[in-house]
């Protein structure tokens, strides 16, 4: 039978400030990429910016925009959704470089989308508020691993 010695506190206290805290958030944000992507396209779908109102310029065509509303009425007359086909939701990626994360796209008219219709891509306060209780719960998961005894 394997016995261990508990440590000690000053052992304790050594080992919680070895942990990288930096490492972990950015570790934590990496675990949940998908989750940011889907919370992006979800507020798409809604017709939502990333600073939570509409997206803008709405819907030149009147045929068009009915045509849009008998798709997906959830956005409202007018209000894009930016999904047709699905390829531009489909293709969404992200880019991460420390805690700063860049939505890409993977089809060729993704960059005349964004430009068209700006601050599509980040996360409004409610998807914003549910990513970061996540990356939150998942962060202290990872540090209890780095700590534990």
Partial sequence: MKHSTPM??????RKIKSVNLSQL???????????LLDLNREQMKHGLRADGEKIKPDYHSLDYAKYKQSLNPVPGMMTPDLHLSGAFYETLSVETNGMK??????????EKLRNKYPEIFGLAPKSLNTAQQKVTTDFIHLWKQKIKT
């Fill in 101 to 110: 994360m860049k939505v890409l796209t993977g089809v060729s008219y993704g």
């Fill in 25 to 35: 958030k950015v570790q934590a944000a990496e675990k949940n990429k998908t989750l």
């Fill in 8 to 13: 000690t506190i000053q052992e304790y206290y």
